[in-house]
């Protein structure tokens, strides 16, 4: 006879003892056995989650991000690349918003945030 106990470690006030692990810092932690063929799918669900987390905080379709990753060796080398990539296009559309509105009556301040102003003026006084 089949028997599921699934409430077997949840006594009060003990730690698991079969699903607990310790980490560097000496606290312990519970995770459930992950079957291994169930790993590959749940790294991809984890990777697309980030991929798509990064996406929306940088502005950048997931399809670039996947890119970017492809041609580099780890994720937070990717997630360097992607923020450049970001700040650069930042400075590039604050200039042609700039040469396309010189004659205008557009405040040139508005269209920038603090970080902007910085990378553009970093920029100008490289070249």
Not at 20 to 32: D, E, K, L, R, Y
Not at 72 to 95: F, G, N
Not at 96 to 116: A, H, K, N, P
């Amino acid at each position: 006879m089949l028997q599921l106990t699934f409430f077997k470690d949840s006594t009060r006030g003990q730690q698991p003892s079969s699903h607990s692990t310790t980490t560097a810092s000496g606290a312990s932690t519970t995770h459930s056995d992950i079957h291994e063929g169930d790993i590959a799918h749940f790294a991809q669900v984890g990777f697309d989650a980030l991929v798509q987390s990064l996406a929306v905080q940088q502005g950048f379709q997931a399809d670039v991000i996947r890119t970017v990753y492809k041609y580099l060796s780890s994720y937070e080398k990717t997630v360097e690349v992607i923020e450049a990539m970001r700040e650069a296009a930042e400075v590039h559309a604050v200039a042609e918003i700039l040469s396309r509105t010189e004659g205008d009556d557009v405040e040139d301040d508005s269209i920038m945030d603090d970080s902007v102003k910085e990378d553009s003026v970093k920029s100008e006084e490289e070249e």
